[in-house]
């Protein structure tokens, strides 16, 4: 099992920034990938990015240019770095980890952008 610690979340007026970071209970190294979701109410959880542990990364259309994932292996800690935020980036925003072909999910940490 992996048990996921989100932080970083927050009110922000929009084009600001926030990060996101999420600590796995195992190893980075020996989960095959990490990402971020979000979900909006009444609306379906979406993809945001996505690492593996060979760095190949994924961004949704949404966020391309704005949104960085990255890994810090030494702190066993990926993020989310989110700037030039819009309203419609307001969500919770989840962390989920694929693991032995199992995909394990954060609390969920709220972000909410002003106009």
């Known amino acids: 099992q992996v048990q996921l610690v989100e932080n970083g979340g927050g009110l922000v007026q929009a084009g600001g920034s926030l990060r996101l970071s999420c600590a796995p209970s195992?190893?980075?190294?020996?989960?095959?990938?990490m990402g971020w979701y979000r979900q909006a109410p009444g609306k379906a959880r979406e993809l945001v990015a996505t690492i593996t542990r060979f760095d190949n990364i994924n961004y949704a259309d949404s966020v391309k240019g704005r949104f960085t994932i990255s890994r810090d292996n030494a702190k066993n800690t990926v993020y989310l770095q989110m700037n030039n935020l819009k309203p419609e980036d307001t969500a919770g925003y989840y962390c989920?980890?694929?693991?032995?072909?199992?995909?394990?999910w954060g609390q969920g940490t709220q972000v909410t952008v002003s106009s």
């Open positions: 989920r980890a694929d693991y032995r072909n199992r995909a394990y």
């Open positions: 195992r190893s980075i190294s020996s989960i095959s990938a």
